[in-house]
């Protein structure tokens, strides 16, 4: 069973930096593809960044590019999110995704974690 850990949200004041980790446990990974979405209060959960974890091909929301990276450790089965130039909009819980067939849409997004909170002050 896969099992998605994400770590390193807070507060921050807009203009700041955090950088989030997801280690990811139960699988090799190899064919996977690994996300990041994000849920406002009283919003839908939106795409944010994904990568391949071979290859390491992304992508990203219009939203934060320019600000935001997506990376993995394949030695350590990590997936980072850094977000730097950070606003109060940007103020949500973070959610890892795997989807086990790399296919990158969001229907194939089977695995979640727990979601780490993000608040960005103004």
């Known amino acids: 069973q896969v099992q998605l850990v994400e770590s390193g949200g807070g507060l921050v004041q807009a203009g700041g930096s955090l950088r989030l980790s997801c280690a990811a446990s139960?699988?090799?990974?190899?064919?996977?593809?690994m996300a990041w979405f994000r849920q406002a209060p009283g919003k839908e959960r939106e795409f944010v960044a994904d990568?391949?974890?071979?290859?390491?091909?992304?992508t990203y929301a219009d939203s934060v590019k320019g600000r935001f990276t997506i990376s993995r450790d394949v030695a350590k089965n990590t997936v980072y999110l850094q977000m730097n130039s950070l606003k109060p909009e940007d103020t949500a819980v973070y959610y890892c995704?795997?989807?086990?067939?790399?296919?990158?849409?969001?229907?194939?997004?089977?695995?979640w974690g727990q979601g780490t909170q993000v608040t960005v002050s103004s």
């Open positions: 995704a795997a989807d086990p067939n790399g296919v990158r849409l969001r229907k194939e997004y089977v695995y």
């Open positions: 139960g699988r090799t990974f190899s064919r996977y593809a």
């Open positions: 990568i391949t974890w071979t290859g390491g091909r992304t």
